[in-house]
């Protein structure tokens, strides 16, 4: 059934695009895409036509649950059959589009026919074939047994079609000629021949392979004959090798089909020789991956069966490929033909062989034999040239021994020698001896090559004497002339050499001028001459222009004297060429301009050109429109394969079983079975969906969503839709709540809301989950048993998605495994191993850039003088850029115009190589591809990387040596692969530029983080390991960072500046937590201080400039000061150990460049921790970007207020204070965002200040002038008006020209003062208060902004003391505004908030209130005692005098009056005029009112005890001697006087005395404390430091003194900076002493900080003696090892004799004992 569902599709989906061809045809316009888009999903369901195919009636989730029931059973066959379909079932998108990307359209009825013609004779060639046994020729007349029906009937058609009776044919000569009319048809399918031009058909050549061609011809091969009798199967052998060749001519898809067979073509055939030339003809790829067994197998044949030309062209084809040679092949064949010998290697060195040489090519049938000697030998000769091309060091050194210069001088030179012979051996000469790697001497110094330049000289008058008769022309003489000879004049005279070796170039300069000037003057007139034949093709003509311009450069640059008529031609020749191309340019480009035009004109016509484009049109637009949708619906597969329980009911066994891992464990074991059932294809889906499980989600767009959304509602029932796909491929970006209570299918999806919701799941908790299940075994058996290269790599893959984020429970999973199952051994030999051939490949297959080497001393001259910055350039360089843009234009203008003019041409021809245009076009680009041998090693050290994560020792130790018979290095290992990939000891030169590229740099990238991963922690072994490696590693990396990568550098600055960040990064690792200098000297040892101070200066000025340009690239890791800042800091640790780099370092100031230096410097901290072993490690870092956001005001608070602990220390409450520091940074940033509020909060203290001085002038306003009736605005005089004025004026003017606080302080007060007498003083007021409220709420603002108050909830607000006291200002000077003017007398207040004294003042009152109000309760008791003392026995004393309000009845009215009581009660004795009342009857006389005021002004005030009690506690403690100051005075003749003086001086003593005064003392006291602590605390601040408590004094006599110390070795800031620095770096790029601390931090444990103890405090002396004590403790613990061997050794010695002397007891026991004085004189 599933069968037929792709089928359907792929109908529907030709049936679609059919319909939209000839929609388009009709109608000229773009195609409409999204209409397209929606009628091929239609194919899925969802249109009318198409409806989805349910298979269950159930959605498909019985379909899904019967496929993960089979998955789970035990037989392995069902299981992967299971696997397939349920693979397929979620594929079916990616399927179809795969499949219609086959589709090949028949579009000419030229076309179809060939397709049925093709057809039939496929289906004709293929039944003849398989019945091959019938009729093939055995031995026996062929007429005995192939007369059968099936020849009859075919015959009798065969005489039905042509009408008229033919003579009897045989069945087998029918089928012979049948045969060789089919692969004749076929062949010429392939090639389309004309005289002269012979080109490939790749439409016919595609449609061949679509329909199964090569199959048939295949089988046909494998059909056995009689060889040496059937000569007719012979020629229809050799027509079908034909065909072969012609199917995969210049067509690489089909040579990698044919490649798959090259077995059938292993044999000795001289056709297998042919076609196998053209299986491999200018594919870089397959001669790349070639066999060594398959050049074994050539070079034999040419010894066993002949030396045929065959052969030899097979070897020049797998050497060279599309222009360009693989060293790889270059080796393997040179070993191959020496390690034959003269069986192949024929050369005519000696006298004898010579002659014969001479007489074959005097000999004009050898000269036109294909297979004769002198074919093979110049073919051998010209395979050998191929061979030393490319410089190739180790082939020029093999055929410098084969064929030396002298015999190469004696053939060319001879008389008779042919041009065939002479292009061979010059070409040889040119690439085994001119154009090399080496320098070879005797070229430059030996006569032979002048000999050559006069031989060339006739040859060259033969060139140029030649007849103008075309059709008798010599063509390889002029091939010759023009092309070899051309191009070893041209190399030998621009030779690299000559620009490098002063000696080289004196020597060639003497010879020239001196001895050899004519031969070199008749050389140019020689090839001048040649350049004027008319016969010369434009490349030919190119070719020598080129040699001209060497010549004529060589003679200017050595003064070599030229004739001035021939000086004077060649200098028009340069102007002319330089005219002419300037025009071809022009021609060219206004071609490819109507071209253009003609093209948009003609669009709409419907043809060969126009279907095809359009097809690739919507081919391409299909995929990138439906690629969201495959990739939705493949990740549904990964929800079912990982949650396969949500699909069961619940409470059923299967779904049980899902969820106790049960399906997961069996698929991965499924999965090793796979593997050795040589299943690849579902192996590698298996792992690819293990690897999408821990995937994070990509998003698939809105369609994709609702796609996955739809079929999860479809198989698990409703589900809440969601935005965005939240599951295992998205960690913790929030659940997916795939919600739903539909019992459908029988309750599958009921839970689905709670199960789908796999969003809740970490990175981490799915690794676990898959390493519980067995993953991480899985991978290991993979990677130790995988024969296949893709196998491999996705396991490879897997193990990374298993460990990525540096996972700690899989990397102990891996170590576990790996060393109880002792398969540590196999495994790292597959790494081991797999670096070693790619070491192997990249020393075959490298290239170098040979034209870079030759400028690049140029380059570095021009470049010198040259400043980085890009606003300073010089005319030059502006002219260099502008003639390149030119060329650049010119040249794809070109090849615009040649591709337009050959589709006008033959468009069949140029459609039908699509397929190959674009690999021609990008030729330039794949130059530098990578084998797969060597892009492997990406993922691999990634993997080896991510095993030592998070500086796993044990790993780290393990990579190192594995404890095994068979230990492998992987981490030397590794540091050989960098060595090798960036061209080891040449790369060390300089020359790293030429073997860094685009390709190449991630892998080298990555090789540098492995080896970083594999020192940190740091991990001694490895680095010293990686430092005293026997290899160019540690120059490699060094390199890195001093050279300018060119040409990288110019095109991909970015690639360069990671390189380097990854360099400097590596080396600090290496010096990781060393306390000796050995590493650092080891990096020393090739770094020049100079070279690397540049390095510093240059990155920091390319930063400049792109912060000039707008390039906001800081943030980036690989920024170019990040990159410097990096290098700073390597270079700040090696400065240690050298004193020049140290001297280097410090900015001058007036050093061009030093302001790199104070930029890094004033952005680079130093800090000293302690290890878990209690010793000292000093670290250097970057500052964070972020912590420059902390305010000056918050470091004071924290420098002033911070408090000291029980041990003296101020690390515990800075380290609390540390989090919310970095919150304020934070908050700070995010402030900078917002220009106004920051504009605000930087202003805070200007504001507060405004506040206050408002607070004071308005309290005095209110002061002086209250109540404000009898101020009016009209009281001031015009001549002090017009004195306001000017000094308003003035101040104003001041406050212009000079901003000074004076100034606006007398501008202030002028205004004040005008607007009083202007506009009144209440409006005034009004004015000043409205004013302070708005300044307040701006000071709010401010303080809000400061602080990020409301970031931190309304909790934090309510808590916050600070935030609330300005708010009730805020609200106070509201109050003052708008309620009454006596509310801003409150503001002053604010002065006890500003001044720290009057806090202080506060402070003794607060700080020890609990005493104060103990004691104040102490006397409120003794005073109530003394209270019932009093009300007991002193009642009557308690007398005292008032003074009682006169009788309101007396006074007049006068409550119309505006004035006080006051007032009244002084008035009261006046009588008022006018109010009718008789004054001396209602006030009595003065001497009555005084008399009755005497007994009413005493009252008794202890009649209840409350009143007592209230007496004593008012007047008690306010008289100064007591309560007995305010009592009745008893007479001493009283009975109760002598209690009365007990009474009061009890109270005075014990209450005013005692008890008060130890009020004021408290308060004194604590004042006094506070004011000694401020001032011990300054004294604290000034002489200890705040890290480690050390004081002044320790730092006396020492190196470093006390404010260095506190300033650069423990500067509490810079530790600050350090633990911001851990919080805002991600965990995995941790350096070993940063995870160290943040481990510390995380557990809160504060022992990392320095407490009493410094390192500079360490003097040589202390150092001497611990390292002497280290040593002793190491010779110590060696020689207790040593006595515990001996002793050892002992015991089993003394074992030994003991159980030797019981042998001997027990034979003296059990046999006779012989006699036991042997020696007579002995005693008994």
Same mark, same amino acid.
């Given at each position: 059934?599933?069968?037929?569902?792709?089928?359907?599709?792929?109908?529907?989906?030709?049936?679609?695009?059919?319909?939209?061809?000839?929609?388009?045809?009709?109608?000229?316009?773009?195609?409409?895409?999204?209409?397209?888009?929606?009628?091929?999903?239609?194919?899925?369901?969802?249109?009318?036509?198409?409806?989805? =195919?349910?298979?269950?009636?159930?959605?498909?989730?019985?379909?899904?649950?019967?496929?993960?029931?089979?998955?789970?059973?035990?037989?392995?066959?069902?299981?992967?059959?299971?696997?397939?379909?349920?693979?397929?079932?979620?594929?079916?998108?990616?399927?179809?589009?795969?499949?219609?990307?086959?589709?090949?359209?028949?579009?000419?009825?030229?076309?179809?026919?060939?397709?049925?013609?093709?057809?039939?004779?496929?289906?004709?060639?293929?039944?003849?074939?398989?019945?091959?046994?019938?009729?093939?020729?055995?031995?026996?007349?062929?007429?005995?047994?192939? &007369?059968?029906?099936?020849?009859?009937?075919?015959?009798?058609?065969?005489?039905?079609?042509?009408?008229?009776?033919?003579?009897?044919?045989?069945?087998?000569?029918?089928?012979?000629?049948?045969?060789?009319?089919? !692969?004749?048809?076929?062949?010429?399918?392939?090639?389309?021949?004309?005289?002269?031009?012979?080109?490939?058909?790749?439409?016919?050549?595609?449609?061949?392979?679509?329909?199964?061609?090569?199959?048939?011809?295949?089988? !046909?091969?494998?059909?056995?004959?009689?060889?040496?009798? &059937?000569?007719?199967?012979?020629?229809?052998?050799?027509?079908?090798?034909?065909?072969?060749?012609?199917?995969?001519?210049?067509?690489?898809?089909?040579?990698?089909?044919?490649?798959?067979?090259?077995?059938?073509?292993?044999?000795?055939?001289?056709?297998?020789?042919?076609?196998?030339?053209?299986?491999?003809?200018?594919?870089?790829?397959?001669?790349?991956?070639?066999?060594?067994?398959?050049?074994?197998?050539?070079?034999?044949?040419?010894?066993?069966?002949?030396?045929?030309?065959?052969?030899?062209?097979?070897?020049?084809?797998?050497?060279?490929?599309?222009?360009?040679?693989?060293?790889?092949?270059?080796?393997?064949?040179?070993?191959?033909?020496?390690?034959?010998?003269?069986?192949?290697?024929?050369?005519?060195?000696?006298?004898?062989?010579?002659?014969?040489?001479?007489?074959?090519?005097?000999?004009?049938?050898?000269?036109?034999?294909?297979?004769?000697?002198?074919?093979?030998?110049?073919?051998?000769?010209?395979?050998?040239?191929?061979?030393?091309?490319?410089?190739?060091?180790?082939?020029?050194?093999?055929?410098?021994?084969?064929?030396?210069?002298?015999?190469?001088?004696?053939?060319?030179?001879?008389?008779?020698?042919?041009?065939?012979?002479?292009?061979?051996?010059?070409?040889?000469?040119?690439?085994?001896?001119?154009?090399?790697?080496?320098?070879?001497?005797?070229?430059?110094?030996?006569?032979?090559?002048?000999?050559?330049?006069?031989?060339?000289?006739?040859?060259?008058?033969?060139?140029?004497?030649?007849?103008?008769?075309?059709?008798?022309?010599?063509?390889?003489?002029?091939?010759?002339?023009?092309?070899?000879?051309?191009?070893?004049?041209?190399?030998?005279?621009?030779?690299?050499?000559?620009?490098?070796?002063?000696?080289?170039?004196?020597?060639?300069?003497?010879?020239?001028?001196?001895?050899?000037?004519?031969?070199?003057?008749?050389?140019?007139?020689?090839?001048?001459?040649?350049?004027?034949?008319?016969?010369?093709?434009?490349?030919?003509?190119?070719?020598?222009?080129?040699?001209?311009?060497?010549?004529?450069?060589?003679?200017?640059?050595?003064?070599?004297?030229?004739?001035?008529?021939?000086?004077?031609?060649?200098?028009?020749?340069?102007?002319?060429?330089?005219?002419?191309?300037?025009?071809?340019?022009?021609?060219?480009?206004?071609?490819?301009?109507?071209?253009?035009?003609?093209?948009?004109?003609?669009?709409?016509?419907?043809?060969?050109?126009?279907?095809?484009?359009?097809?690739?049109?919507?081919?391409?637009?299909?995929?990138?429109?439906?690629?969201?949708?495959?990739?939705?619906?493949?990740? #549904?597969?990964?929800?079912?394969?990982?949650?396969?329980?949500?699909?069961?009911?619940?409470?059923?066994?299967?779904?049980?079983?899902?969820?106790?891992?049960?399906?997961?464990?069996?698929?991965?074991?499924?999965?090793?079975? =796979?593997?050795?059932?040589?299943?690849?294809?579902?192996?590698?889906?298996?792992?690819?969906?293990?690897?999408?499980?821990?995937?994070?989600?990509?998003?698939?767009?809105?369609?994709?969503?609702?796609?996955?959304?739809?079929?999860?509602?479809?198989?698990?029932?409703?589900?809440?839709?969601?935005?965005?796909?939240?599951?295992?491929?998205?960690?913790?970006?929030?659940?997916?709540?795939?919600?739903?209570?539909?019992?459908?299918?029988?309750?599958?999806?009921?839970?689905?809301?709670?199960?789908?919701?796999?969003?809740?799941?970490?990175?981490?908790?799915?690794?676990?989950?898959?390493?519980?299940?067995?993953?991480?075994?899985?991978?290991?058996?993979?990677?130790?048993?995988?024969?296949?290269?893709?196998?491999?790599?996705?396991?490879?893959?897997?193990?990374?998605?298993?460990?990525?984020?540096?996972?700690?429970?899989?990397?102990?999973?891996?170590?576990?495994?790996?060393?109880?199952?002792?398969?540590?051994?196999?495994?790292?030999?597959?790494?081991?191993?797999?670096?070693?051939?790619?070491?192997?490949?990249?020393?075959?297959? #490298?290239?170098?850039?040979?034209?870079?080497?030759?400028?690049?001393?140029?380059?570095?001259?021009?470049?010198?003088?040259?400043?980085?910055?890009?606003?300073?350039?010089?005319?030059?360089?502006?002219?260099?850029?502008?003639?390149?843009?030119?060329?650049?234009?010119?040249?794809?203008?070109?090849?615009?115009?040649?591709?337009?003019?050959?589709?006008?041409?033959?468009?069949?021809?140029?459609?039908?190589?699509?397929?190959?245009?674009?690999?021609?076009?990008?030729?330039?680009?794949?130059?530098?591809?990578?084998?797969?041998?060597?892009?492997?090693?990406?993922?691999?050290?990634?993997?080896?990387?991510?095993?030592?994560?998070?500086?796993?020792?044990?790993?780290?130790?393990?990579?190192?040596?594995?404890?095994?018979?068979?230990?492998?290095?992987?981490?030397?290992?590794?540091?050989?692969?960098?060595?090798?990939?960036?061209?080891?000891?040449?790369?060390?030169?300089?020359?790293?530029?030429?073997?860094?590229?685009?390709?190449?740099?991630?892998?080298?990238?990555?090789?540098?983080?492995?080896?970083?991963?594999?020192?940190?922690?740091?991990?001694?072994?490895?680095?010293?390991?990686?430092?005293?490696?026997?290899?160019?590693?540690?120059?490699?990396?060094?390199?890195?960072?001093?050279?300018?990568?060119?040409?990288?550098?110019?095109?991909?600055?970015? !690639?360069?500046?990671? !390189?380097?960040?990854?360099?400097?990064?590596?080396?600090?690792?290496?010096?990781?937590?060393?306390?000796?200098?050995?590493?650092?000297?080891?990096?020393?040892?090739?770094?020049?201080?100079?070279?690397?101070?540049?390095?510093?200066?240059?990155?920091?000025?390319?930063?400049?400039?792109?912060?000039?340009?707008?390039?906001?690239?800081?943030?980036?890791?690989?920024?170019?000061?990040?990159?410097?800042?990096?290098?700073?800091?390597?270079?700040?640790?090696?400065?240690?150990?050298?004193?020049?780099?140290?001297?280097?370092?410090?900015?001058?100031?007036?050093?061009?460049?030093?302001?790199?230096?104070?930029?890094?410097?004033?952005?680079?901290?130093?800090?000293?921790?302690?290890?878990?072993?209690?010793?000292?490690?000093?670290?250097?870092?970057?500052?964070?970007?972020?912590?420059?956001?902390?305010?000056?005001?918050?470091?004071?608070?924290?420098?002033?207020?911070?408090?000291?602990?029980?041990?003296?220390?101020?690390?515990?409450?800075?380290?609390?204070?540390?989090?919310?520091?970095?919150?304020?940074?934070?908050?700070?940033?995010?402030?900078?965002?917002?220009?106004?509020?920051?504009?605000?909060?930087?202003?805070?203290?200007?504001?507060?200040?405004?506040?206050?001085?408002?607070?004071?002038?308005?309290?005095?306003?209110?002061?002086?002038?209250?109540?404000?009736?009898?101020?009016?605005?009209?009281?001031?005089?015009?001549?002090?008006?017009?004195?306001?004025?000017?000094?308003?004026?003035?101040?104003?003017?001041?406050?212009?020209?000079?901003?000074?606080?004076?100034?606006?302080?007398?501008?202030?007060?002028?205004?004040?003062?005008?607007?009083?007498?202007?506009?009144?003083?209440?409006?005034?007021?009004?004015?000043?208060?409205?004013?302070?409220?708005?300044?307040?709420?701006?000071?709010?603002?401010?303080?809000?902004?400061?602080?990020?108050?409301?970031?931190?909830?309304?909790?934090?607000?309510?808590?916050?003391?600070?935030?609330?006291?300005?708010?009730?200002?805020?609200?106070?000077?509201?109050?003052?505004?708008?309620?009454?003017?006596?509310?801003?007398?409150?503001?002053?207040?604010?002065?006890?908030?500003?001044?720290?004294?009057?806090?202080?003042?506060?402070?003794?009152?607060?700080?020890?209130?609990?005493?104060?109000?103990?004691?104040?309760?102490?006397?409120?008791?003794?005073?109530?005692?003394?209270?019932?003392?009093?009300?007991?026995?002193?009642?009557?004393?308690?007398?005292?005098?008032?003074?009682?309000?006169?009788?309101?009845?007396?006074?007049?009215?006068?409550?119309?009056?505006?004035?006080?009581?006051?007032?009244?009660?002084?008035?009261?004795?006046?009588?008022?005029?006018?109010?009718?009342?008789?004054?001396?009857?209602?006030?009595?006389?003065?001497?009555?009112?005084?008399?009755?005021?005497?007994?009413?002004?005493?009252?008794?005030?202890?009649?209840?005890?409350?009143?007592?009690?209230?007496?004593?506690?008012?007047?008690?403690?306010?008289?100064?001697?007591?309560?007995?100051?305010?009592?009745?005075?008893?007479?001493?003749?009283?009975?109760?006087?002598?209690?009365?003086?007990?009474?009061?001086?009890?109270?005075?003593?014990?209450?005013?005395?005692?008890?008060?005064?130890?009020?004021?003392?408290?308060?004194?006291?604590?004042?006094?404390?506070?004011?000694?602590?401020?001032?011990?605390?300054?004294?604290?601040?000034?002489?200890?430091?705040?890290?480690?408590?050390?004081?002044?004094?320790?730092?006396?006599?020492?190196?470093?003194?006390?404010?260095?110390?506190?300033?650069?070795?423990?500067?509490?800031?810079?530790?600050?900076?350090?633990?911001?620095?851990?919080?805002?770096?991600?965990?995995?790029?941790?350096?070993?002493?940063?995870?160290?601390?943040?481990?510390?931090?995380?557990?809160?444990?504060?022992?990392?900080?320095?407490?009493?103890?410094?390192?500079?405090?360490?003097?040589?002396?202390?150092?001497?003696?611990?390292?002497?004590?280290?040593?002793?403790?190491?010779?110590?613990?060696?020689?207790?090892?040593?006595?515990?061997?001996?002793?050892?050794?002992?015991?089993?010695?003394?074992?030994?004799?003991?159980?030797?002397?019981?042998?001997?007891?027990?034979?003296?026991?059990?046999?006779?004992?012989?006699?036991?004085?042997?020696?007579?004189?002995?005693?008994?």
């Amino acid at each position: 059934m599933t069968e037929g569902v792709p089928k359907l599709q792929k109908s529907c989906h030709l049936s679609l695009i059919q319909s939209y061809l000839s929609t388009y045809s009709c109608f000229s316009g773009a195609l409409d895409f999204e209409h397209i888009e929606e009628q091929a999903e239609g194919i899925f369901g969802g249109s009318e036509e198409n409806t989805p =195919l349910d298979l269950d009636d159930h959605g498909g989730r019985t379909f899904l649950r019967v496929l993960l029931h089979l998955t789970m059973h035990d037989y392995p066959p069902l299981v992967s059959g299971a696997l397939q379909l349920l693979f397929r079932h979620f594929s079916q998108r990616q399927e179809v589009l795969q499949a219609f990307k086959q589709v090949q359209l028949l579009v000419t009825s030229q076309d179809v026919d060939n397709y049925k013609q093709i057809k039939q004779d496929l289906d004709q060639l293929r039944s003849i074939v398989e019945k091959s046994e019938l009729w093939v020729y055995k031995g026996q007349s062929p007429d005995e047994t192939m &007369d059968g029906a099936q020849g009859e009937n075919e015959h009798k058609k065969k005489e039905e079609g042509h009408g008229k009776p033919q003579k009897y044919e045989s069945t087998s000569s029918y089928n012979y000629r049948v045969m060789k009319e089919i !692969l004749l048809r076929l062949s010429k399918l392939c090639v389309q021949e004309s005289i002269s031009v012979r080109k490939n058909r790749k439409q016919q050549q595609r449609l061949l392979r679509n329909m199964g061609a090569h199959t048939v011809v295949l089988e !046909l091969l494998q059909i056995p004959y009689e060889k040496a009798e &059937d000569t007719r199967m012979q020629e229809i052998m050799k027509l079908a090798h034909e065909f072969l060749q012609n199917f995969c001519a210049g067509n690489q898809q089909n040579q990698a089909l044919l490649h798959k067979h090259i077995n059938l073509f292993l044999n000795p055939g001289i056709l297998e020789a042919v076609t196998m030339q053209h299986i491999f003809m200018n594919n870089f790829q397959l001669c790349s991956e070639i066999n060594e067994r398959v050049v074994q197998h050539f070079v034999h044949c040419i010894e066993t069966h002949g030396r045929n030309v065959q052969y030899i062209k097979f070897l020049q084809t797998i050497v060279k490929a599309e222009g360009k040679f693989i060293k790889k092949c270059q080796d393997m064949v040179m070993a191959e033909l020496v390690n034959a010998g003269e069986d192949v290697l024929v050369f005519y060195n000696d006298r004898a062989s010579f002659q014969t040489l001479v007489q074959m090519m005097r000999s004009e049938r050898d000269r036109m034999d294909e297979n004769s000697p002198l074919m093979y030998h110049i073919h051998l000769v010209e395979l050998l040239a191929v061979c030393t091309e490319g410089k190739n060091v180790y082939t020029e050194i093999k055929c410098n021994s084969l064929l030396p210069l002298d015999d190469i001088v004696r053939v060319v030179t001879h008389e008779d020698c042919i041009p065939e012979v002479k292009i061979a051996y010059i070409n040889f000469l040119n690439h085994c001896y001119v154009d090399t790697e080496v320098e070879m001497k005797e070229i430059y110094t030996s006569n032979h090559m002048w000999k050559l330049f006069e031989n060339f000289l006739v040859d060259i008058c033969r060139a140029c004497n030649n007849t103008s008769d075309r059709k008798h022309a010599d063509s390889i003489l002029e091939k010759y002339v023009t092309e070899i000879v051309m191009s070893i004049v041209t190399t030998f005279f621009s030779s690299p050499f000559s620009d490098q070796s002063t000696t080289l170039q004196t020597l060639i300069l003497i010879i020239i001028k001196e001895t050899r000037q004519p031969v070199f003057v008749q050389l140019l007139q020689g090839v001048f001459r040649v350049y004027h034949c008319n016969w010369l093709m434009p490349s030919q003509k190119a070719s020598v222009e080129s040699c001209i311009r060497v010549l004529s450069d060589v003679a200017k640059s050595r003064a070599i004297a030229i004739p001035v008529d021939l000086d004077s031609q060649v200098n028009n020749l340069f102007l002319k060429s330089h005219n002419i191309v300037q025009k071809t340019a022009m021609n060219w480009r206004m071609t490819a301009r109507n071209a253009a035009r003609r093209d948009s004109v003609l669009a709409a016509s419907r043809d060969y050109r126009n279907i095809i484009e359009r097809l690739q049109d919507i081919v391409s637009a299909l995929e990138d429109r439906l690629r969201p949708l495959v990739q939705a619906e493949l990740s #549904v597969l990964v929800d079912v394969l990982h949650r396969p329980e949500l699909l069961f009911p619940e409470n059923t066994d299967a779904r049980r079983k899902c969820e106790s891992g049960g399906f997961i464990c069996k698929l991965i074991k499924h999965t090793k079975q =796979l593997l050795e059932e040589n299943e690849e294809k579902l192996c590698i889906k298996v792992l690819q969906t293990l690897r999408e499980m821990m995937t994070k989600d990509r998003g698939y767009g809105e369609k994709g969503e609702a796609l996955r959304q739809l079929l999860v509602n479809r198989y698990y029932g409703n589900v809440r839709p969601a935005g965005r796909r939240e599951s295992l491929t998205s960690f913790g970006n929030g659940p997916l709540s795939a919600g739903g209570t539909s019992k459908a299918g029988g309750g599958g999806g009921s839970s689905v809301s709670s199960s789908m919701n796999r969003g809740e799941m970490s990175l981490a908790d799915v690794q676990c989950h898959l390493d519980k299940e067995g993953a991480s075994n899985l991978v290991i058996d993979l990677i130790m048993n995988a024969t296949s290269d893709r196998v491999f790599h996705e396991s490879i893959l897997l193990a990374i998605a298993l460990l990525e984020g540096g996972n700690t429970t899989i990397q102990h999973s891996f170590f576990c495994r790996l060393t109880e199952d002792k398969k540590s051994e196999k495994f790292f030999k597959v790494f081991y191993d797999r670096m070693k051939v790619a070491q192997q490949e990249i020393k075959a297959t #490298v290239t170098v850039n040979t034209s870079d080497l030759g400028n690049k001393k140029k380059d570095e001259d021009t470049d010198r003088d040259v400043p980085v910055r890009k606003r300073v350039r010089e005319p030059m360089t502006q002219i260099t850029e502008e003639v390149r843009d030119q060329l650049l234009e010119a040249s794809t203008a070109t090849r615009k115009a040649y591709n337009t003019y050959r589709r006008e041409a033959d468009p069949d021809d140029h459609f039908s190589t699509g397929d190959g245009a674009q690999s021609a076009a990008d030729k330039n680009r794949d130059e530098l591809e990578m084998s797969a041998v060597i892009t492997i090693m990406q993922p691999i050290l990634r993997f080896l990387q991510l095993l030592c994560e998070n500086h796993n020792r044990d790993l780290q130790n393990f990579l190192r040596c594995q404890n095994n018979k068979t230990n492998y290095n992987l981490v030397c290992e590794t540091l050989q692969f960098l060595d090798c990939i960036c061209g080891s000891t040449t790369g060390g030169l300089g020359l790293l530029g030429l073997y860094i590229n685009e390709k190449n740099v991630a892998l080298i990238n990555q090789t540098l983080e492995s080896l970083t991963e594999y020192c940190q922690g740091p991990c001694h072994e490895n680095q010293n390991c990686i430092a005293t490696h026997e290899s160019n590693g540690i120059d490699i990396i060094t390199a890195l960072i001093l050279n300018d990568i060119n040409p990288l550098g110019k095109k991909r600055m970015d !690639l360069v500046l990671e !390189l380097k960040n990854n360099a400097s990064k590596l080396l600090l690792a290496i010096m990781e937590s060393r306390h000796d200098s050995e590493n650092a000297e080891r990096i020393l040892y090739n770094m020049r201080p100079k070279e690397l101070v540049e390095v510093i200066k240059k990155a920091y000025m390319q930063g400049e400039v792109e912060f000039e340009d707008g390039e906001n690239g800081e943030d980036l890791a690989a920024s170019p000061r990040n990159v410097g800042h990096n290098i700073y800091i390597l270079a700040h640790q090696l400065a240690r150990h050298n004193k020049e780099l140290q001297n280097m370092l410090k900015p001058g100031g007036q050093v061009e460049g030093d302001e790199a230096l104070e930029f890094y410097a004033k952005h680079t901290a130093q800090i000293e921790i302690v290890r878990l072993d209690r010793t000292m490690e000093q670290i250097v870092f970057p500052v964070p970007s972020i912590c420059e956001f902390l305010t000056k005001e918050s470091k004071l608070r924290i420098y002033y207020t911070t408090e000291r602990d029980e041990q003296g220390s101020k690390i515990n409450d800075f380290f609390m204070k540390s989090e919310d520091l970095f919150n304020e940074m934070n908050w700070q940033k995010k402030l900078r965002a917002q220009p106004v509020l920051y504009w605000c909060a930087r202003n805070m203290s200007f504001w507060s200040s405004i506040s206050f001085n408002l607070a004071v002038l308005m309290n005095l306003l209110v002061a002086f002038f209250y109540p404000f009736e009898g101020v009016r605005e009209d009281t001031l005089e015009t001549h002090l008006s017009v004195l306001l004025w000017t000094a308003m004026l003035i101040s104003l003017a001041i406050v212009i020209a000079l901003p000074k606080p004076h100034g606006i302080r007398a501008l202030i007060a002028s205004t004040i003062l005008r607007l009083i007498f202007s506009v009144g003083l209440q409006p005034t007021l009004f004015l000043l208060g409205a004013f302070n409220v708005c300044n307040k709420t701006i000071f709010v603002m401010s303080f809000v902004g400061n602080c990020g108050t409301f970031t931190r909830g309304y909790k934090a607000m309510i808590l916050d003391v600070e935030f609330l006291y300005h708010l009730l200002y805020l609200l106070i000077c509201a109050m003052g505004l708008f309620v009454h003017e006596f509310f801003y007398s409150l503001l002053l207040f604010d002065l006890v908030y500003r001044e720290e004294t009057l806090l202080n003042v506060i402070k003794s009152v607060t700080r020890n209130g609990r005493s104060i109000i103990l004691t104040a309760v102490l006397a409120l008791i003794l005073v109530y005692l003394f209270s019932i003392v009093g009300y007991l026995f002193f009642k009557d004393d308690f007398i005292l005098e008032v003074d009682k309000l006169p009788n309101e009845t007396l006074l007049p009215d006068r409550t119309d009056s505006g004035e006080t009581m006051t007032g009244e009660f002084l008035y009261s004795d006046v009588c008022k005029a006018g109010s009718g009342e008789n004054c001396s009857s209602v006030i009595p006389s003065k001497e009555l009112i005084s008399e009755e005021n005497e007994e009413e002004n005493k009252e008794h005030t202890c009649e209840t005890l409350l009143m007592c009690i209230v007496t004593v506690l008012s007047h008690g403690l306010r008289s100064g001697g007591g309560v007995g100051d305010v009592l009745r005075k008893p007479s001493k003749e009283e009975p109760l006087f002598a209690a009365r003086v007990i009474y009061d001086l009890l109270f005075f003593f014990m209450v005013i005395i005692i008890v008060l005064n130890l009020i004021f003392g408290v308060i004194i006291d604590t004042f006094a404390d506070l004011r000694s602590e401020k001032q011990k605390k300054e004294e604290i601040l000034k002489t200890t430091c705040f890290i480690c408590g050390l004081e002044r004094d320790k730092f006396d006599n020492k190196t470093v003194t006390f404010e260095e110390h506190i300033k650069e070795e423990h500067n509490m800031w810079h530790y600050l900076c350090f633990i911001v620095l851990v919080k805002v770096k991600d965990s995995t790029e941790y350096t070993g002493p940063e995870s160290y601390v943040a481990e510390m931090i995380k557990e809160r444990n504060l022992d990392w900080f320095p407490r009493m103890r410094a390192m500079s405090l360490v003097s040589s002396d202390s150092e001497g003696e611990q390292n002497e004590l280290r040593n002793l403790q190491e010779k110590l613990e060696s020689t207790m090892k040593l006595v515990t061997n001996l002793s050892g050794q002992l015991s089993e010695l003394k074992d030994q004799m003991t159980e030797q002397r019981k042998q001997k007891q027990r034979i003296g026991l059990l046999g006779h004992p012989p006699p036991m004085n042997v020696n007579p004189q002995q005693p008994a």
